[in-house]
């Protein structure tokens, strides 16, 4: 590679986006490397960072905020960090350049149609932000225009003026955005233009992305770090495959044809629905998607305890979170490929499943983000000998709150509704012996007695009483 490719940006120092923009390219993929090495240490051996043949302009989602000065003109920029002051941005090093030349044209569009920019201290004006998806395989552009109304002057003409200026745009949505909120997107999207939705190609599948669903920013990369994580899993065509914080699919999706049932959770709903039909778009059968919390999900995989062979893990920067890595250690998948946008969480949940059983014997960064801080990391878990009885202590279904694939209200509406009403505080463990004494499904392993001799304390009867009210009220008796 290249080693003297260097990034010299007129606003670097105002935007803050290229936390890492002073660096050679060399000098940041090796600072990257250390600083996964020396977390990673512990468990396993880094191989060394896949990095890019030219990193500039990889990004393929841009957003814009939108502003104005006192005489009227419209820019865009970035937020300077921790504040909301946008710093003006006309051209980016790792943007995509013609998003950067569409949003120039929104600009100036706006100012002759006299659309005004959004103003969040004064609540006025019209156009928030704008976001601009660029497929890179196909060529497919969206535009979206965030508004804090759900209209836009002039729509047609805006429209027309806006495709004359690009006709590589294929779709355009206003996105509804009324709330005080930092998020760009608001809930709602109305759409002025072409299909709503774009489609690109990632290892040879064809892939739908809306407006609100979580979509890889580096494709080339991405196309890197799925074959890694793939490699890792070593499918051999018969098992049963977890992707877990699946967003559209994707990753999951290219290793389909590797494995006999692929099993998608993802949390946003946008999402899911785009998975789903990027299923059917691939002519994919043995794949089936839900909308949940993954580790909700997994808790009750590991309930129904349902077969599950690889899993792989793609969670967002917080990392994944206890009931999930609990479920995983009780399921057991022989291999876990984890891939992680933040080194850090890695490190700790690493933590977690090595001192649970699992070794970690290999680990790859990739570079997904040149220029700025963050790294991408795949790494290959494989479940090792264990002492199955500790497994049994530690990871027994008992102390799980299942409560929320029951029928009838939750534990903690159970508890709020006795704590309002008398003001006495229960445990899951009370509630489960009432439900049981009532004849209420509890779940096969919620709060059963460890063995016949155990002793458990048992419900004071005032207790006994405001639960079953709560019950009553609740409808479940
Ligand atoms: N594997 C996908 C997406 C990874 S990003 C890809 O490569 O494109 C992480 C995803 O996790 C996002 O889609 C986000 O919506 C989802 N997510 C965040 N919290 C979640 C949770 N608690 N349960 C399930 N999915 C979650």
Same mark, same amino acid.
């Given at each position: 590679?290249?080693?003297?490719?260097?990034?010299?940006?007129?606003?670097?120092?105002?935007?803050?986006?290229? @936390?890492?923009?002073?660096?050679?390219?060399?000098? @940041?993929?090796?600072?990257?490397?250390?600083?996964?090495?020396?977390?990673?240490?512990?468990?396993?051996?880094?191989?060394?960072?896949?990095?890019?043949?030219?990193?500039?302009?990889?990004?393929?989602?841009?957003?814009?905020?939108?502003?104005?000065?006192?005489?009227?003109?419209?820019?865009?920029?970035?937020?300077?960090?921790?504040?909301?002051?946008?710093?003006? #941005?006309?051209?980016?090093?790792?943007?995509?350049?013609?998003?950067?030349?569409?949003?120039?044209?929104?600009?100036?569009?706006?100012?002759?149609?006299?659309?005004?920019?959004?103003?969040?201290?004064?609540?006025?004006?019209?156009?928030?932000?704008?976001?601009?998806?660029?497929?890179? #395989?196909?060529?497919?552009?969206?535009?979206?225009?965030?508004?804090?109304?759900?209209?836009?002057?002039?729509?047609?003409?805006?429209?027309?003026?806006?495709? !004359?200026?690009?006709?590589?745009?294929?779709?355009?949505?206003?996105?509804?955005?009324?709330?005080?909120?930092?998020?760009?997107?608001?809930?709602?999207?109305?759409?002025?233009?072409?299909?709503?939705?774009?489609?690109?190609?990632?290892?040879?599948?064809?892939?739908?992305?809306?407006? %609100?669903?979580?979509? @890889?920013?580096?494709?080339? @990369?991405?196309?890197?770090?799925?074959?890694?994580?793939?490699?890792?899993?070593?499918?051999?065509?018969?098992?049963?495959?977890?992707?877990?914080?699946?967003?559209?699919?994707?990753?999951?999706?290219?290793?389909?044809?590797?494995?006999?049932?692929?099993?998608?959770? =993802?949390?946003?709903?946008?999402?899911?629905?785009?998975?789903?039909?990027?299923?059917?778009?691939?002519?994919?059968?043995?794949?089936?998607?839900?909308?949940?919390?993954?580790?909700?999900?997994?808790?009750?995989?590991?309930? =129904?305890?349902?077969?599950?062979?690889?899993?792989?893990?793609?969670?967002?920067?917080?990392?994944?979170?206890?009931? +999930?890595?609990?479920?995983?250690?009780?399921?057991?998948? !022989?291999?876990?490929?984890?891939?992680?946008?933040?080194?850090?969480?890695? !490190?700790?949940?690493?933590?977690?499943?090595?001192?649970?059983?699992?070794?970690?014997?290999?680990?790859?960064? #990739?570079?997904?983000?040149?220029?700025?801080?963050?790294?991408?990391?795949?790494?290959?878990?494989?479940?090792?000998?264990?002492?199955s009885k500790k497994i049994r202590v530690e990871f027994s279904l008992e102390d799980?709150?299942?409560?929320?694939?029951?029928?009838?209200?939750?534990?903690? %509406?159970?508890?709020?509704?006795?704590?309002?009403?008398?003001?006495?505080?229960?445990s899951n463990l009370y509630?489960s012996q009432i439900k049981r004494k009532?004849?209420?499904?509890v779940g096969k392993n919620y709060n059963l007695p460890k063995s016949e001799d155990s002793r458990q304390p048992q419900c004071p %009867?005032?207790?006994e009483?405001?639960?079953? =009210?709560?019950?009553?009220? +609740?409808?479940?008796?």
């Open positions: 590679m290249e080693k003297e490719i260097r990034f010299q940006c007129p606003v670097a120092s105002r935007c803050g986006g290229c @936390q890492l923009g002073r660096m050679s390219y060399r000098e @940041q993929l090796d600072a990257k490397q250390a600083w996964v090495n020396e977390l990673l240490r512990p468990y396993c051996r880094v191989e060394p960072m896949i990095g890019m043949e030219d990193p500039f302009h990889y990004r393929n989602k841009t957003h814009a905020v939108l502003a104005g000065d006192r005489r009227g003109n419209v820019f865009s920029g970035v937020y300077r960090r921790g504040t909301h002051e946008v710093v003006p #941005v006309e051209h980016c090093l790792i943007e995509n350049e013609l998003a950067d030349r569409i949003i120039g044209t929104v600009c100036r569009l706006m100012r002759s149609f006299k659309i005004r920019p959004y103003r969040e201290d004064a609540r006025q004006g019209l156009l928030r932000h704008v976001l601009v998806r660029t497929a890179h #395989v196909t060529g497919q552009v969206m535009v979206v225009l965030v508004s804090a109304k759900p209209l836009l002057p002039c729509k047609n003409d805006f429209v027309k003026a806006l495709l !004359a200026a690009h006709p590589e745009i294929t779709t355009i949505v206003l996105n509804v955005n009324d709330r005080a909120t930092s998020m760009v997107l608001g809930k709602r999207d109305i759409v002025l233009y072409g299909p709503g939705t774009i489609e690109d190609e990632l290892c040879g599948r064809t892939f739908r992305i809306s407006p %609100q669903s979580f979509y @890889q920013v580096n494709a080339i @990369q991405t196309e890197k770090l799925y074959r890694k994580a793939i490699e890792y899993a070593g499918l051999t065509g018969k098992e049963t495959l977890l992707d877990a914080y699946c967003g559209t699919g994707t990753i999951g999706l290219c290793a389909a044809d590797r494995c006999a049932k692929l099993i998608g959770v =993802e949390l946003n709903p946008a999402a899911v629905c785009d998975a789903v039909h990027n299923a059917q778009r691939n002519g994919i059968e043995h794949a089936r998607f839900f909308c949940d919390d993954a580790g909700r999900f997994m808790l009750r995989m590991a309930a =129904e305890k349902r077969p599950l062979d690889v899993l792989l893990m793609d969670p967002p920067r917080a990392g994944s979170d206890e009931n +999930f890595l609990r479920a995983v250690c009780t399921l057991r998948p !022989a291999r876990v490929v984890y891939i992680s946008c933040n080194p850090a969480t890695l !490190a700790r949940d690493l933590k977690t499943l090595t001192a649970h059983g699992y070794r970690a014997l290999r680990a790859t960064p #990739v570079d997904m983000f040149p220029c700025t801080e963050h790294v991408e990391t795949v790494v290959l878990l494989s479940k090792g000998e264990v002492d799980m709150d299942m409560s929320e694939f029951q029928d009838g209200a939750t534990y903690p %509406q159970i508890k709020e509704y006795v704590l309002e009403h008398t003001g006495l505080k229960v509630i009532c004849g209420i499904e %009867q005032e207790k009483k405001a639960i079953r =009210e709560a019950f009553k009220y +609740f409808g479940m008796i």
